[in-house]
Nanobody, 122 residues
C-alpha cells in the first residue's frame, strides 16, 4: 500500500483544516489507519486511529474533542478534520497504515505516508 496525505496549509488559531490521505491497494478496506504528526525538534507523535469499519476511534488527549478521524473505504481515503486549531498543532502530519487497532495504546505502524505541513499562526 502507498499513502499520500494532502490538505495542509497555513491557518489562523481557531480555524479549521481537513486533511485527506489517499491510499492505493484494493485491501485498504481491511486496514486500520492512523494519523501522526511531527513538530520541529520533536518526536513524531500519535494523533488518531480508526478501525477498518469506522466503528472504533481513538484520539490523543491533546486533540480529543477538536479533531475527528474518518474514512471512506469506497474511495480508499482517510480524513482528519481539525477544528479549533492551536499554534501547538503546527507540525507535519502523516497518515499511516497501523498494524492493529487499539483503544488503549498507540499501534505500531506498518506503512508511513508522505506528510503534509500544517501551520497554525497565533
Amino acid at each position: 500500500v502507498q499513502l499520500q496525505a494532502s490538505g495542509g496549509g497555513l491557518v489562523q488559531a481557531g480555524g479549521s483544516l481537513r486533511l485527506s490521505c489517499a491510499a492505493s491497494g484494493r485491501a485498504f478496506i481491511s486496514y486500520p489507519m492512523g494519523w501522526f504528526r511531527q513538530a520541529p525538534g520533536k518526536e513524531r507523535e500519535f494523533v488518531a486511529a480508526i478501525s477498518w469499519s469506522s466503528d472504533r476511534l481513538y484520539y490523543a488527549d491533546s486533540v480529543k474533542g477538536r479533531f475527528t478521524i474518518s474514512r471512506d473505504n469506497a474511495k480508499n481515503r482517510v480524513y482528519l478534520q481539525m477544528n479549533s486549531l492551536k499554534p501547538e498543532d503546527t507540525a507535519v502530519y502523516y497518515c499511516a497504515k497501523v498494524a492493529y487497532y487499539s483503544d488503549y495504546d498507540v499501534p505500531p505502524v506498518d506503512v508511513w505516508g508522505k506528510g503534509t505541513q500544517v501551520t497554525v499562526s497565533s
